[in-house]
């Protein structure tokens, strides 16, 4: 089993910036690709980020353009994902998940075994 914590999330005003952690336990953390997804009310969950094990590769999703950043510490056991630029629609429930197939960073949600109990991040205008 893996564990994984959310962190970071709060109320920022638009053009503010957010620094999101998610701590990992139970599973060799360097063994997993990571990937930060999102969910607003009455909406789909999406692809947001996604880093794969080693940290060499990244993705991203189409809307993010620049604004944020995932990044990962193996030694640490932890990813983060940098929100710069916030805006009102970035207002979201930030969930953290892991991957340990191995393959490539996923985009899907159905990709990934395991999540975080989410984070809030609410951005005002």
């Known amino acids: 089993q893996v564990q994984l914590v959310e962190s970071g999330g709060g109320l920022v005003q638009a053009g503010g910036s957010l620094r999101l952690s998610c701590a990992a336990s139970?599973?060799?953390?360097?063994?997993?690709?990571m990937a930060w997804f999102r969910q607003a009310p009455g909406k789909e969950r999406d692809f947001v980020a996604g880093i794969f094990r080693s940290g060499g590769r990244t993705s991203y999703g189409a809307f993010v353009k620049g604004r944020f950043t995932i990044s990962r510490d193996n030694a640490k056991n932890t990813a983060y994902l940098q929100l710069n630029s916030l805006k009102p629609e970035d207002t979201a429930v930030y969930f953290c998940?892991?991957?340990?197939?191995?393959?490539?960073?996923?985009?899907?949600?159905?990709?990934?075994?395991?999540w975080g109990q989410g984070t809030q991040v609410t951005v005002s205008s």
């Open positions: 139970g599973r060799t953390f360097s063994g997993m690709n």
């Open positions: 998940a892991a991957d340990r197939s191995g393959s490539g960073v996923r985009t899907g949600v159905v990709a990934y075994e395991y």
